[in-house]
Structures are given as structure tokens and as C-alpha cells.
């Protein structure tokens, strides 16, 4: 009922915002990703730093219930409209940039084993409709995002994306992260990233208690105070980022543990920056099925995959890519103990990372942003 009802606010909001008159050099971001490598907030910085002759309005949180009438008429308004989710568009003159939110790893769309065929087939129509141009990293992608929403290839335009411009580029140093997050000076510090996908799509319900409970990992040998000492034995420090859909659930997160900091959004909003923007100080990132892994791999550091869910994903929404275990550019545990074992070994994947990084970005040593932006100039 309420998808209905948000439906029929849409239609009632485009049919309000139809009457604004398009303004050249007037971009609207629909950010639906809010500070987790969102192209759309990235993208935005870029243009205000770069062609301040051009209006950027970023939309956050979207989609929503709450925007007010003068939001509705700057996107009716838009020449541009840059959407991080699904197409948006209120005339068909507008320009729709898709940058998307990240490399398809778990299925979505018709692909999908948890998704009905309705909501589909209204999805690929959207795609069809509103769609003008895809940022694209490779064939690879478009192969995936086609598979899934039945994307035409002509949308498709390999431009990269705005997420990875920044990537080695950190605007918080890593002796900063020591100091604000873990309370400490460590010259030897190796800061890691752990970040995992939407664990709640799973349904089920203990997965979010033991997350409510502490155990973020959700390791069935899970001991904080043994993990936070091996971590201290390596001069390792690891930084929690959850989901944010997850985040909303348990909400904010505090450790009392010298080696473990959670990273909350609160965070990333004082310093008014993206996640991406602070990846190039980690040292190693731990996953499970999130598809941060494909961006990471321009760093070419160790990438430690968590697979214990594996068989819960596969069937109840699926991957795209598999078998998992041999086709990710890194170890899989499914223990604390692995975890730790892993984490003290060499790493012997540099290779595989770069047999796929090669395969999913064939836009390298380019900027993203420039690129998109030539492209909406281009007569």
C-alpha cells in the first residue's frame, strides 16, 4: 500500500513540477547514496569546484515523501538530471545521467530470485523511458546492467565513474583517522576497512540481533576482545562501516577498543566528505558480497572476502558472477579464526586483482567527472 501511495505522490509531484520551464546550465543530483561512494555527491563537488557557472542542486535523501514545492520546481527546471538509482525525469527534454551506485556483483532486477516479474518489468520501462545516457567502466558492466534491466547498449557511455576519481586522493589522512577514530598514535598503523552489503534482504532476523548485539561480523566464533588483541599484535586497526540501510536499523555504533572504530555517517558529514574520500588511507578492505570490491581494486591492496552467508545469498536473491570463492581477487573466510590466519598471511593475490581490475575498468588514469562533464557539452 505505501509503494502504491508513493507512486501516485510522484505522479501528483511531476505533474506540479511539469510546469517549470527548463533552465539552461541547471543540473539537479538525485543522490540516493548518500556519503558511500555516492557519484551523485561527488559529482556535484566536482562541478562546484570546477564550472560554478552551472546551478547544482543536490537531492538527498531520495526517493522521498518530504521535498518541498521550490525542490520540485528546481527538477522540473533541471537540464540535467543525475541519478545514483532508478531514471528520473520530469519532460522529455531533460538529459538523465545514470551513474548508478556501484559494479552489479548480487543480481537485481529480472535477474534477481527475490524480486516479482510487475515491479520488473515497470523497472526496465523506467530504464527505457527515462534513461538517456549510462556511465559505463567496461563491457563487463554493461553486460551485467543490461542483464539485469535490459539496458539498450547505445545508452551506455564508458566514462567511468565519479567515485573512483577520489579514490587516491584521501582528504583525511590515515595519522588523522588514528587520531580521531582510534585515539592513537602508531607509525606502524595499517588501517583496514570492513564493509559489508545489505545482510537484512536476507530476512532473517537473527542476523540483525547478533549486529544489534555486537558482533558485526557475524562470525559464528566471534570474540571482540580476542580479535581486538590479534589486531594489536599487527599494529592492525579496522574501521566498521555498515550499510547504511543496516545503519538505520541498529543505528550509531561506539567501541571502547583500542584497534576497532566504528565509522558512522556522522563522521563523514563534519568533514563534508564521501567514504571514497577516505579508502586511499585503508591499508585493506574486508567484505562480503558488496561490490566496494570492485572499486578497491584500483588501490591494489589485500581485499579479504567474508563468505559465511554464501549460500543464504545464492538462493534467495543470487549472484552474477560465480562460483564466488574462485572468481574474487582474495582469500574467503567464514571464521574469526580464518579471519585472523588471513590477515597474518602473505598476501598472494596481486595478480587476480589486477587480471580484474583490468576486466571491469577499461576507463583507467582518466577523470571520471571531466569526462561526464565534455559529454554533456558535447553537441
Given at each position: 500500500?505505501?509503494?502504491?501511495?508513493?507512486?501516485?505522490?510522484?505522479?501528483?509531484m511531476?505533474f506540479?513540477?511539469?510546469?517549470?520551464?527548463?533552465?539552461?546550465?541547471?543540473?539537479?543530483?538525485?543522490?540516493?547514496?548518500?556519503?558511500?561512494?555516492?557519484?551523485?555527491?561527488?559529482?556535484?563537488?566536482y562541478m562546484?569546484?570546477?564550472?560554478?557557472?552551472?546551478?547544482?542542486?543536490?537531492?538527498?535523501?531520495?526517493?522521498?515523501?518530504?521535498?518541498?514545492?521550490?525542490?520540485?520546481?528546481?527538477?522540473?527546471?533541471?537540464?540535467?538530471?543525475?541519478?545514483?538509482?532508478?531514471?528520473?525525469?520530469i519532460?522529455s527534454?531533460?538529459?538523465?545521467?545514470?551513474?548508478?551506485?556501484?559494479?552489479?556483483?548480487?543480481?537485481m532486477?529480472?535477474?534477481?530470485?527475490?524480486?516479482?516479474?510487475?515491479?520488473?518489468?515497470?523497472n526496465?520501462?523506467?530504464?527505457q523511458?527515462n534513461?538517456?545516457?549510462?556511465?559505463?567502466?567496461?563491457?563487463?558492466?554493461?553486460?551485467?546492467m543490461?542483464?539485469?534491466?535490459?539496458?539498450?547498449?547505445?545508452?551506455?557511455?564508458?566514462?567511468?565513474?565519479?567515485?573512483?576519481?577520489?579514490?587516491?586522493?584521501?582528504?583525511?589522512?590515515?595519522?588523522?583517522?588514528?587520531?580521531?577514530?582510534?585515539?592513537?598514535?602508531?607509525?606502524?598503523?595499517q588501517?583496514?576497512?570492513?564493509?559489508?552489503?545489505?545482510?537484512?534482504?536476507?530476512?532473517?532476523?537473527?542476523?540483525?540481533?547478533?549486529?544489534?548485539?555486537?558482533?558485526?561480523l557475524?562470525?559464528?566464533?566471534?570474540?571482540?576482545?580476542?580479535?581486538?588483541?590479534?589486531l594489536?599484535?599487527?599494529?592492525?586497526?579496522?574501521?566498521?562501516?555498515?550499510?547504511?540501510?543496516e545503519?538505520q536499523?541498529?543505528?550509531?555504533?561506539?567501541?571502547?577498543?583500542?584497534?576497532i572504530a566504528?565509522?558512522?555517517?556522522?563522521?563523514?558529514?563534519?568533514?563534508?566528505?564521501?567514504?571514497?574520500e577516505?579508502?586511499?588511507?585503508t591499508?585493506?578492505?574486508?567484505?562480503?558480497?558488496?561490490s566496494?570490491?570492485?572499486?578497491?581494486?584500483?588501490?591494489?591492496?589485500?581485499?579479504?572476502f567474508?563468505?559465511?552467508?554464501?549460500?543464504?545469498?545464492?538462493?534467495?536473491?543470487g549472484?552474477l558472477?560465480?562460483?564466488?570463492?574462485e572468481?574474487?581477487?582474495?582469500?574467503?573466510v567464514?571464521?574469526?579464526?580464518?579471519?585472523?590466519?588471513?590477515?597474518?598471511?602473505?598476501?598472494?593475490?596481486?595478480?587476480?586483482?589486477?587480471?580484474?581490475?583490468?576486466?571491469?575498468?577499461?576507463?583507467?588514469?582518466?577523470?571520471?567527472?571531466?569526462?561526464?562533464?565534455?559529454?554533456?557539452?558535447?553537441d
Amino acid at each position: 500500500m505505501k509503494k502504491f501511495l508513493f507512486r501516485l505522490y510522484l505522479i501528483l509531484m511531476k505533474f506540479v513540477a511539469s510546469f517549470s520551464k527548463i533552465n539552461s546550465k541547471s543540473i539537479v543530483i538525485l543522490n540516493g547514496a548518500g556519503r558511500s561512494g555516492s557519484n551523485g555527491y561527488l559529482f556535484a563537488k566536482y562541478m562546484k569546484k570546477n564550472h560554478s557557472d552551472y546551478e547544482v542542486t543536490v537531492v538527498e535523501p531520495w526517493p522521498s515523501s518530504h521535498l518541498s514545492f521550490s525542490i520540485w520546481r528546481k527538477i522540473g527546471q533541471a537540464e540535467f538530471i543525475m541519478t545514483t538509482h532508478q531514471p528520473f525525469k520530469i519532460h522529455s527534454q531533460q538529459i538523465n545521467i545514470q551513474f548508478w551506485h556501484g559494479v552489479p556483483l548480487k543480481r537485481m532486477g529480472i535477474m534477481a530470485n527475490n524480486t516479482e516479474r510487475k515491479a520488473d518489468l515497470r523497472n526496465v520501462k523506467l530504464w527505457q523511458k527515462n534513461a538517456d545516457i549510462v556511465c559505463s567502466s567496461s563491457d563487463l558492466y554493461e553486460t551485467m546492467m543490461s542483464a539485469c534491466c535490459a539496458i539498450e547498449t547505445s545508452k551506455y557511455q564508458k566514462v567511468g565513474f565519479p567515485r573512483t576519481d577520489v579514490l587516491k586522493k584521501p582528504v583525511i589522512t590515515k595519522k588523522q583517522l588514528l587520531h580521531d577514530l582510534f585515539k592513537q598514535v602508531d607509525d606502524q598503523a595499517q588501517i583496514g576497512i570492513y564493509m559489508p552489503t545489505f545482510r537484512y534482504e536476507l530476512e532473517d532476523g537473527q542476523i540483525i540481533k547478533q549486529i544489534k548485539a555486537g558482533n558485526f561480523l557475524v562470525l559464528p566464533d566471534f570474540d571482540i576482545e580476542e580479535l581486538n588483541q590479534e589486531l594489536k599484535k599487527q599494529h592492525r586497526y579496522l574501521l566498521i562501516k555498515l550499510h547504511p540501510y543496516e545503519q538505520q536499523l541498529v543505528g550509531n555504533f561506539t567501541s571502547q577498543y583500542s584497534q576497532i572504530a566504528f565509522l558512522n555517517d556522522d563522521y563523514l558529514f563534519k568533514y563534508e566528505c564521501d567514504l571514497y574520500e577516505l579508502l586511499g588511507a585503508t591499508s585493506f578492505l574486508i567484505t562480503d558480497f558488496s561490490s566496494i570490491y570492485f572499486d578497491y581494486l584500483a588501490l591494489d591492496r589485500p581485499i579479504i572476502f567474508i563468505t559465511n552467508f554464501l549460500s543464504q545469498y545464492q538462493k534467495k536473491r543470487g549472484l552474477l558472477i560465480g562460483p564466488y570463492p574462485e572468481v574474487v581477487p582474495g582469500p574467503c573466510v567464514k571464521s574469526q579464526k580464518e579471519l585472523v590466519a588471513v590477515l597474518a598471511a602473505r598476501d598472494d593475490y596481486q595478480a587476480k586483482r589486477h587480471y580484474w581490475y583490468n576486466l571491469t575498468n577499461q576507463v583507467q588514469n582518466i577523470s571520471a567527472c571531466e569526462a561526464i562533464f565534455k559529454l554533456m557539452n558535447k553537441d
